[in-house]
């Protein structure tokens, strides 16, 4: 798959995903429930967050594709995580994994890593983040990454394999792999940083795509491409970080067919 | 009640509401909290949200309503919500239910039900929520409704005798009834689907309507009335979610007797 | 230390602030989390909510400074504070206490006072809140405080002494001691009450200060000032409470020692 298909593809599956309006069930972090789900819907997705284990699990089966996010774990989010995971598998629907600051922590890790026996399609993460869940050591703190994102290549193939999904390593540019090929998207913008829950929302649209495209690859590089790009809209238009959550929703559902093409930076 | 009379009530409760600011005790979902509190102090009323059963006892007698959003229902909120209600009614406080996505979840379908017996003063929902709050069999898909607003009226009727109150079926025209009379109101706009929480908001507005109006079904219509002429006021300024989110709140603010008078369509 | 002297020690600690990027770990309520979390990464702070109880132990050890903040307290969050405050106090990180809703609800109003034992380094909470949470008697609802601030100024100074920190009572015009002298700031705008989490969020920027100065006094002197002329700048912006928000944010990633000198009102 050259770039240039890559970038095709991108564009199918922003389509594909605004005619089919993926139901993502989320089960994530407090901090950014709402401007996940306010991402999913400016994209063209729908969001739900169902909590309780016995729905959790009865709804992951229903939904089209489920985000995991580690990033507020508590005991009740748990068993909703451990029942939930297996239903969307056995419904055959794909799942994400966000293992937000995987590494310092010593509960979600050890949490973490025993969700990859489930197969995620895509696994999202930062550098430190990546480098922690293979099981090696990684210089994050916090939900900030203190590698850099090239440092993550090899445990990023090494998961991508034990999974038979992708995975999208976060940073100034992302890298996208399934264990074989490593795709790179130059785009974004450091505003990004300054806001909460940008990645987590990232890791929501990434399940959404992977249920408009049958290859976990693509649709990471489509999640990572289109984010990247609405990032970099967002900032003409706003440049500092309050004004910069609400324009990147905004340019979420402005991005098109055409601003992809124009702006992309894939590699 | 003509629909001039209701419009001009509307207009009384909006003025009573910022005159007596009304403390709304929300116990609602995750992943509104923020945008349901905002929406209050914007148009007027003020929000509190206490969680710990022991509390939400307590707190449920002092503040002046309370809401009952059962989003994402867990373990934690559902003794709260037991022990809130009856404190609230024992106190004669008003209480608003919304049973966001009964119907395809077992728990909180049955969960919600069994509320009823509580008397809420409003039932706030999309068409399938009410048909499914009702024990019919509707059509709808997490928080979404797959069923008319119109196809709701026999449910909302026999929910409204057997509680005494109002019953509120949102859609793109809201249809309100005590089991003896329904209005309409054809306001809103459909950016206000593009953003999640707009009917949570909704019904902690309800909720503070409640508070200044005897009648809960002319507190049902208010709070229909004038969110979904601020709705669209907002969609006026902004035309993409993001922005769209934070005009809605302005204009909860901006929302007065002119506005209402001038662009309500109620029937 | 006269007005002039601790407004450029406000100058230093905003300069320090950005040049550390203190790492606040946040225990607060679920209201404003998204909120708190976008407000310290606009000052230039990093934030993170680790919210399981071993891990918010191991965290508080990790992070910079610890919030606690009982405004949505529930039996999830009482053993994570318990045992991060010792984990943070055992590791010299200063934390900071924000009563939020102590005096009418009972739970709290007892757990919050058994963490004064712990010595805070800064107590944040309006007049009613302070009044409760000193033993005496006030006059609040809910978040609201039912008593100006000058009235909290005797239960402020016995805080303060009993655990040597500062105090800052919240108002019209905020009140800052250490239990010997008493700032007074009297910026701010009537905006910041109609958006939720404006006081919490200023908690959480206490504890960010609170790093950088290792006096509590000067560290919530700081705290007051620059987010009150963060205020004063972003009711320039924004008339209406919806864009105040936004214009919050953005005002508090805009402050710095030009606008401090040119607007703050320290006495």
Same sequence: chains 1, 2, 3.
Wanted: hydrophobic share 50%.
């Amino acid at each position: 798959m050259s770039p240039t298909t890559a970038l095709a593809e991108v564009v199918d599956v922003l389509v594909r995903l605004r005619a089919r309006r993926p139901l993502v069930h989320c089960l994530t972090n407090h901090v950014v429930k709402n401007f996940t789900a306010n991402a999913l819907l400016a994209v063209g997705a729908a969001p739900a967050m169902v909590e309780h284990p016995d729905e959790a699990a009865e709804f992951a089966a229903m939904a089209d594709a489920l985000l995991v996010n580690v990033g507020t774990l508590d005991a009740a989010q748990i068993p909703a995580i451990e029942r939930a995971v297996p239903s969307a598998r056995a419904a055959r629907k794909p799942w994400v994994l966000d293992p937000v600051a995987v590494g310092p922590l010593t509960l979600r890790t050890h949490f973490t890593r025993s969700l990859l026996a489930h197969r995620p399609a895509i696994i999202r993460g930062n550098a430190s983040e990546i480098i922690a869940l293979s099981g090696r050591t990684g210089a994050g703190r916090g939900v900030d990454s203190g590698d850099p994102t090239e440092a993550a290549l090899g445990a990023a193939s090494h998961l991508a394999i034990q999974t038979g999904g992708a995975v999208l390593v976060t940073g100034a540019i992302d890298h996208i792999t399934d264990g074989k090929v490593v795709f790179t998207c130059a785009n974004g913008h450091p505003l990004m940083t300054r806001v909460t829950g940008v990645g987590c929302a990232q890791g929501a649209i990434a399940a959404a795509c992977a249920v408009v495209s049958a290859n976990p690859l693509q649709a990471a590089i489509a999640a990572a491409t289109l984010f990247a790009v609405a990032g970099e809209l967002a900032a003409q238009r706003a440049p500092r970080p309050g004004s910069y959550q609400i324009a990147l929703l905004d340019a979420l559902d402005e991005i098109d067919a055409g601003l992809l093409r124009a702006h992309a930076r894939l590699a």
